[in-house]
């Protein structure tokens, strides 16, 4: 695992001012079960558990001038779960959502909820639609919660979308460049992601954000996702402002434009 950045507090990264924090934080909440099944508890008391670990997590980036977090909280394949857990899960949703919308909503924060919202029961895109009404014109931190999302879907719809426009005459296929299909997806108008955080000691992607990651810092961490807290936040916070990001170019190419910046912009 690449927990590369000793824990320090004192001059934790989302205090210590604005430099080299990211606009767009992006998290794989993993570990949830495993984090039950360790204290011989039903998987449930885990998602529970999570939930808490999202406001102290939301708190944070609020606090910490961070513009945009994404959390990946159902994936279109966590509908392979026993029965009984998606269940559980629905209703914790419903719950969890009138329970903290109002809360976000003092703080100033905006809900997103982005996925096939579709393959939700009624009641869920109700309350989905409503949090999002009432938070919209919020001008805090951004929460995008990724619920019913797959990345490929999310490809999927784009290319779709633009399937119909020249299927409609409206667009030319040579006209389909790759900005074209970002704006068929979904964050398509929200920076992209600077730091990718998944929890619980896995190392993929697990059908997240599979297009708006082409260039994002990625970040494991072993702590599972209830025990993620402010600290683990930081540390990983503290590791992205350690990174160079080249986009392409050569390390010499970055630091030159970096001095120019520093005089020039
Ligand atoms: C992530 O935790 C939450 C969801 C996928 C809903 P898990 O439930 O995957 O936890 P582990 O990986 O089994 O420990
Ligand atoms: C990814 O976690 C999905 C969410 C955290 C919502 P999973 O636990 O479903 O991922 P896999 O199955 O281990 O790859
Ligand atoms: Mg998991």
């Known amino acids: 695992m690449v927990n590369d950045t000793p824990s320090d507090t004192s001059s934790s990264a989302l205090s210590a001012g604005k430099q080299n924090i990211p606009r767009h934080v992006a998290i794989i909440m993993d570990g949830n079960g495993r984090w039950a099944e360790k204290r011989n508890q039903p998987r449930i008391m885990g998602h529970r558990a999570g939930v808490e670990a999202v406001r102290g997590v939301v708190e944070g980036c609020a606090k910490g001038g961070i513009e945009v977090l994404t959390l990946f909280a159902f994936s279109s394949e966590n509908w392979r ?68 999302y797959g990345g490929r879907w999310d490809i999927t719809q784009a290319a779709k979308s633009l399937a119909i426009q020249v299927q409609a005459g409206q667009l030319n296929v040579d006209d389909i460049t790759p900005e074209r299909m970002a704006d068929g997806m979904c964050l398509a108008d929200l920076p992209e992601p600077d730091l990718f955080i998944r929890t619980g000691g896995e190392s993929r992607i697990s059908n997240f954000l599979l297009w708006q990651l082409a260039y994002t810092e990625f970040y494991f961490s072993d702590i599972l996702w209830p025990d993620f807290n402010i600290d683990a936040l930081n540390d990983a916070i503290a590791s992205f402002a350690t990174r160079q990001r080249r986009f392409g170019r050569t390390g010499q190419q970055v630091e030159q434009n970096n001095k120019v910046c520093e005089t020039e912009c």
């Open 81 to 148: 779960r026993p029965k009984q857990e998606v269940g559980l899960l629905m209703e914790l949703f419903m719950t969890a959502l009138g329970r903290e919308v109002k809360r976000l909503h003092k703080n100033n924060v905006r809900l997103r909820v982005v996925g096939d919202i579709k393959g939700f029961n009624k009641a869920l895109q109700k309350r989905i639609a409503e949090a999002q009404v009432l938070t919209q014109n919020n001008t805090g931190l951004t929460v995008v919660v990724a619920a019913n």
